[in-house]
T-cell receptor, first 115, second 115 residues
Framework: KQEVTQIPAALSVPEGENLVLNCSFT??????LQWFRQDPGKGLTSLLL?????REQTSGRLNASLDKSSGRSTLYIAASQPGDSATYLC??????????????FGKGITLSVRP | GAGVSQSPSNKVTEKGKDVELRCDPI?????LYWYRQRLGQGLEFLIY????????KSGLPSDRFSAERTGESVSTLTIQRTQQEDSAVYLC?????????????FGPGTRLLVL
């Protein structure tokens, strides 16, 4: 059974800092990994999707990397801003026969960026 | 275009009552997913639809939970004889297809509180 872990559960940093959010998963037989952002009272917003054949994806100040063999992904946020404050969720699409995009989520990291 | 919408946004009910949650996916999206997010927990997969068939119901926690989908549009998640442990945010997502690697787009969720 796939398990996804995100540590720490919460993180507080000053504005402008570069930071790395970590995600680990137990079963390396994945076909993709997604990073989502969740704001209070709102749904999830997909930030980056990395296919299993890829090593990283970039969007603006965000860069996500994937190392399948070690079961790890990182989300790098450059020059953090108060507007980046949210919960960041890592989700793994696992290689279930006949199934598609059943995602297994971590519990998320709640990020607070202080002005 | 319009995103995934869910109704109601909040629902308070008494233990033992039945509730029905609704999801309107993005137009043209053939795949639809239901997840549950309990307080302090990660998102749990419940069920997904390809068109109006549900190939994977493995995440439904008990036989009190059921879901239907009309064609490739609206889906309803029904919880019968609600229990306090059913209190959670129920999230719906849709994707263009069931091919691996499709991004899932999430709705804002329905917050269910069972008293």
């Amino acid at each position: 059974k796939q398990e996804v872990t995100q540590i720490p559960a919460a993180l507080s940093v000053p504005e402008g800092e570069n930071l790395v959010l970590n995600c680990s998963f137990t079963d390396s037989a994945i076909y993709n990994l997604q990073w989502f952002r969740q704001d209070p009272g709102k749904g999830l917003t997909s930030l980056l999707l990395i296919q299993s054949s890829q090593r990283e994806q970039t969007s603006g100040r965000l860069n996500a990397s994937l190392d399948k063999s070690s079961g790890r992904s990182t989300l790098y946020i450059a020059a953090s801003q108060p507007g980046d404050s949210a919960t960041y969720l890592c989700a793994v699409g696992s290689d279930y026969t006949g199934a598609n995009s059943k995602l297994t989520f971590g519990k998320g990291i709640t990020l607070s960026v202080r002005p | 275009g319009a995103g995934v919408s869910q109704s109601p946004s909040n629902k308070v009910t008494e233990k033992g009552k039945d509730v029905e949650l609704r999801c309107d996916p993005i137009s043209g999206h053939t795949a639809l997913y239901w997840y549950r997010q309990r307080l302090g927990q990660g998102l749990e997969f419940l069920i997904y639809f390809q068109g109006n068939s549900a190939p994977d119901k493995s995440g439904l926690p008990s036989d009190r939970f059921s879901a239907e989908r009309t064609g490739e549009s609206v889906s309803t998640l029904t919880i019968q004889r609600t229990q306090q442990e059913d209190s959670a945010v129920y999230l719906c997502a849709s994707s263009l297809g069931v091919y691996r690697g499709e991004t899932q787009y999430f709705g804002p969720g329905t917050r269910l509180l069972v008293l």
